[in-house]
Nanobody, 129 residues
Framework: GVQLVESGGGSVQAGGSLILSCTIS????????VAWFRQAPGKERAGVAA?????????????TYADSVKGRFTISRNVFNNTMYLQMNSLTPDDTALYYC?????????????????WGQGTQVTVSS
């Protein structure tokens, strides 16, 4: 199977930064979607950022971001150490949530939670004003 383990959450003041890590073990292809989601108290789980490797003549990493985090968050994946990252800058209290990493066996709907087959347990991010 596939296991995902998040780390790097914590408490930070507004305007600060955090880096989340997700260690991926098991058979996940480089071309599979991997993503970060978050869930705040009383709200539904929402896609934050996803990344997929596009093969072919123009091989490249293709990230997708929720509008609320564009320009502030950066997703990346290192296939050599099987780790995905989420660099979060200019954090606001609205970013407070439990953050999950997820991996999909197939499909191409980056921020749709239904697309994903495997989930981590989550890491808490708390941003104070």
């Amino acid at each position: 199977g596939v296991q995902l383990v998040e780390s790097g959450g914590g408490s930070v003041q507004a305007g600060g930064s955090l880096i989340l890590s997700c260690t991926i073990s098991g058979s996940i292809d480089i071309r599979s979607l991997v993503a970060w989601f978050r869930q705040a108290p009383g709200k539904e789980r929402a896609g934050v950022a996803a990344i997929k490797f596009r093969g072919g003549l123009k091989r490249r990493w293709e990230p997708t971001y929720a509008d609320s985090v564009k320009g502030r968050f950066t997703i990346s994946r290192n296939v050599f150490n099987n780790t995905m990252y989420l660099q979060m800058n200019s954090l606001t209290p609205d970013d407070t949530a439990l953050y999950y990493c997820a991996a999909a066996l197939g499909g191409d709907a980056p921020l749709d939670a239904a697309q994903y087959n495997y989930w981590g347990q989550g890491t808490q991010v708390t941003v104070s004003s």
